[in-house]
């Protein structure tokens, strides 16, 4: 099981993959929309804002979010690090109920991209 440093580790990548990235994935990644991934093996969940190409995570807390963010994500510890590391597939994940992603229509279409 991926600890709370490692989820941490696996966003932080994440937000520096994004900022990296060209053409519609940075068109993409330069939404500025709140952020929350819920870890639910962990029990806890990172808060912040996707802005500026990257991910800001501003907070750690137990349990589920207590807010409703723009962006919402929930998966477990393992599975937000291999899908950071490239050793999972998003759409596989997804269809298989592993990972849950709840954003505005709008903002499907675009972060489709990214995945």
């Given at each position: 099981?991926?600890?709370i440093?490692?989820?941490?580790?696996?966003?932080?990548?994440?937000?520096?993959?994004?900022?990296?990235?060209?053409?519609?994935?940075?068109?993409?990644?330069?939404?500025?929309?709140?952020?929350?991934?819920h870890?639910?093996d962990?029990?806890?969940?990172?808060?912040?804002?996707?802005?500026?190409?990257?991910?800001?995570?501003?907070?750690?807390?137990?349990?589920?979010?207590?807010?409703?963010?723009?962006?919402?994500?929930?998966?477990?510890?393992?599975?937000?690090?291999a899908?950071?590391?490239?050793?999972?597939?998003?759409?596989?994940?997804?269809?298989?109920?592993?990972?849950?992603?709840?954003?505005?229509?709008?903002?499907?279409?675009?972060?489709?991209?990214?995945?």
């Amino acid at each position: 099981m991926a600890t709370i440093e490692e989820c941490r580790a696996a966003l932080g990548k994440l937000s520096d993959n994004m900022q990296g990235a060209e053409g519609d994935v940075r068109a993409a990644a330069a939404l500025d929309r709140s952020v929350s991934c819920h870890i639910t093996d962990l029990d806890v969940t990172f808060t912040g804002r996707m802005t500026g190409g990257r991910i800001e995570v501003d907070e750690t807390r137990p349990g589920p979010p207590r807010e409703r963010a723009e962006i919402r994500l929930a998966m477990a510890g393992d599975d937000l690090v291999a899908l950071v590391d490239g050793e999972l597939n998003f759409a596989t994940a997804w269809g298989k109920g592993r990972v849950r992603l709840e954003a505005s229509l709008l903002d499907l279409f675009r972060l489709r991209k990214l995945l």
